[in-house]
Structure formats: C-alpha cells, structure tokens
C-alpha cells in the first residue's frame, strides 16, 4: 500500500490527471442519507418500486410523492467541507475532473466546473413524453407540460434507462487518463459505472477508495480507508 504522502506527490505532478469519483457518502456530511447502508434510503423503501420507469408510468402518484420529496431534502442541503476542498484542487489545478454518481448537485454548489453526471441532476426537470424542460416547482406541483400537457419527471436515471452517453464517454476517457482515481463514498456495486477504476487501475493510476464499507474493488486499491471522506480529505488536503 502507498502511503497519503505519495498520493500527493503523485496529484502534484505536472499532468497528473486526478480524477475523484464520488457515490452517495460523499453528501451524508451535508445531512443526505446515502442508498445501501443499513440506515440508507434503500433500507427504507425498494428502488425497484419507485426509482424505475415502470413505477413512473404505472404508479405516478407514489413515484411523484418520493421524488418531490427528495427535491425538498436536496433543496435544504448545503455543500460539505468534502466537496470545497475538491472544488479548490480543481482551481489549482490538481484535480482534472469529477465523475459523480449523485444527483443532488452539491459539487457544482461548492465550485467545481468540469463534473460528469452519470445519474443526471435533480435540477433537471422534463416532460416524460415529448421532452421539453422545465423547472423543480412544476414538477413538485404536478404541473402539466406547457407544451403539450404531459406529465413531467426529474431529469435523473431510473432503473431501467442507459447512463448519458456523454457523461459515460467522458468519464472513460478520463479514467483512462488518470495518474490517481480517487473514489469516495460509493460501494462501487453498480454497473457499468463500477469499471472506471479498475479502468484507471489497468492504465497504471494510483487507485484509491475512501469508503466507510468494503467494496467489490478494494483488491485494486493502492490506498484503502474506512475513514469519513471529509477527514481524509482534510489529511490529505495538508500535503499539498
């Protein structure tokens, strides 16, 4: 294992490439629970119920209930210490990009610029049947489409749809690129999402997985801590 020193050592070389990858641990600091801990939204309630588009074509009522819901819970959210101190390596010049499995749009909240969403964002609202945009407030007040009358949906990925192809071949390139892939607080058990690292690890990256449970990928991983994401980003954080 590599020591915390020459992570940073790494992320200070000219070209370095540090890509940080981030889960639903990443927000619990900023009060959002995150999916498949043992106090996690998913131990709550099953996605395969409200999170799919089965649930919002064939159940509507239920499935707007849950997501204005969490447009309210993310709506009171504010950006952790966590997401600041990437959004400052970015603007120095240490971070290339972030890949983001979450929704809740705290990363770009606290700064940072060059962000590949591959669930999409609750700040997108659009119409389920012809598309066009339109805002959170229409959605949580179950206005119908100004264009054509239809019912409207949060602009994020349910069961049973494709990740953006944009943000999908982004986040390839730049695993691929990467001198250290930094993942934070993902379990790393949803595919295909799950392969950036190892990715990265097979292109010659430092690999390292700051989560509070074991993963799928924790054999790759150049550097391994259960500690809380904020904490170890503060250590780190001191070196550089």
């Known amino acids: 294992m590599v020591k915390l020193e020459d992570i940073a050592k790494r992320m200070e070389t000219p070209g370095g490439n540090t890509v940080i990858f981030t889960g639903a641990g990443m927000s619990t600091d900023s009060g959002l629970s995150d999916f498949r801990s043992k106090d996690g939204i998913w131990s709550k309630v099953d996605p395969m119920e409200l999170a799919t588009t089965q649930a919002m074509r064939g159940n509507y009522d239920t499935f707007h209930k849950f997501y204005s819901a969490r447009f309210k819970q993310m709506g009171g959210a504010k950006s952790n210490a966590g997401h600041c101190i990437i959004a400052d390596w970015e603007a120095r010049g240490l971070v290339h990009c972030v890949i983001t499995q979450n929704i809740d749009g705290l990363h770009a909240a606290a700064g940072s610029k060059k962000i590949y969403e591959l669930h999409g964002s609750v700040g997108s609202v659009r119409c389920m049947d012809c598309g066009a945009p339109s805002t959170q407030e229409a959605f949580i007040g179950r206005t119908s489409c100004a264009s054509c009358g239809g019912r409207l949906r949060p602009g994020v990925v349910l069961f049973g749809e494709a990740l953006p192809d944009d943000a999908m071949n982004s986040s390839w390139s730049a695993s691929e690129s990467a001198g250290v892939f930094i ?12 392969q950036f690292p190892l990715i990265a690890h097979n292109a010659g990256a430092l690999v390292v997985i700051c989560n509070r449970d074991a993963t799928q990928m924790d054999s790759i991983a150049d550097y391994r801590t259960h500690e809380g994401i904020g904490e170890f980003l503060a250590k780190l954080d001191d070196l550089l």
């Open 183 to 194: 993942v934070l607080g993902s379990s790393l058990n949803v595919s295909p999402a799950n």
